[in-house]
């Protein structure tokens, strides 16, 4: 009979000691970068920012692309974007390249802002300017990443702009990602 109870303290004992190391895990992770980061996107204000408008074809397209300073050195940025051109598809999901462009000339069908920033004249896509790309779903895209490509003060005066298609990451020089359909200024905050 007393084999039982002890049984059953050895389950509690071994219960217990997975729930401490459940604990140290959760702690170390803490650690990590992303909870800096997640601090940053709820509480800082951004540096600089991107307001995105679309063009002719696409008026229907708005949205923010936010640039912060982050502790570790690079650039934290978040972008969220409305009506991609796959608004209308209700359960439709697309991939859309997103680039740094070299001017921040947004006027027009945006034919004016040149090239992917490129200081290091790199073949694409490893331009400093060749940003993760949107997934726009049924319209809407929302995307937090870190880049150590460049800095704040690199990238004011110049552009974001979205493409069309998504990023082939081959083609030169820009990935084979169609027309501009967004575009905005990237201006410091005040
Ligand atoms: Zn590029």
């Given at each position: 009979?007393?084999?039982?109870?002890?049984?059953?303290?050895?389950?509690?004992?071994?219960?217990?000691?997975?729930?401490?190391?459940?604990?140290?895990?959760?702690?170390?992770?803490?650690?990590?970068?992303?909870?800096?980061?997640?601090?940053?996107?709820?509480?800082?204000?951004?540096?600089a920012?991107?307001?995105?408008?679309?063009?002719?074809?696409?008026?229907?397209?708005?949205?923010?692309?936010?640039?912060?300073?982050?502790?570790?050195?690079?650039?934290?940025?978040?972008?969220?974007?409305?009506?991609?051109?796959?608004?209308?598809?209700?359960?439709?999901?697309d991939?859309?390249?997103?680039?740094?462009?070299?001017?921040?000339?947004?006027?027009?069908?945006?034919?004016?802002?040149?090239?992917?920033?490129?200081?290091?004249?790199?073949?694409?896509?490893?331009?400093?300017?060749?940003?993760?790309?949107?997934?726009?779903?049924?319209?809407?895209?929302?995307?937090?990443?870190?880049?150590?490509?460049?800095?704040?003060?690199?990238?004011?005066?110049?552009?974001?702009?979205?493409?069309?298609?998504?990023?082939?990451?081959?083609?030169?020089?820009?990935?084979?990602?169609?027309?501009?359909?967004?575009?905005?200024?990237?201006?410091a905050?005040?």
């Open positions: 009979m007393d084999r039982v109870p002890m049984g059953k303290n050895r389950k509690v004992t071994k219960a217990a000691g997975m729930y401490i190391l459940v604990k140290k895990v959760f702690i170390m992770v803490q650690f990590t970068p992303r909870l800096t980061f997640v601090k940053i996107l709820e509480k800082n204000r951004p540096r920012v991107a307001w995105v408008t679309g063009n002719d074809m696409n008026p229907q397209l708005s949205g923010l692309v936010k640039f912060y300073d982050t502790p570790y050195g690079g650039v934290l940025a978040e972008a969220e974007i409305f009506g991609l051109p796959n608004a209308a598809e209700q359960y439709a999901t991939f859309y390249a997103m680039h740094i462009h070299e001017s921040g000339d947004c006027s027009g069908d945006f034919e004016n802002t040149g090239g992917h920033y490129n200081p290091a004249g790199q073949p694409h896509p490893r331009h400093a300017g060749d940003l993760v790309p949107l997934l726009g779903n049924a319209g809407y895209a929302w995307a937090a990443f870190y880049d150590k490509r460049f800095s704040i003060d690199d990238i004011i005066g110049k552009a974001v702009v979205i493409h069309a298609q998504a990023d082939d990451f081959t083609t030169q020089p820009s990935g084979g990602s169609g027309g501009k359909i967004g575009c905005g200024e990237i201006r905050e005040e």
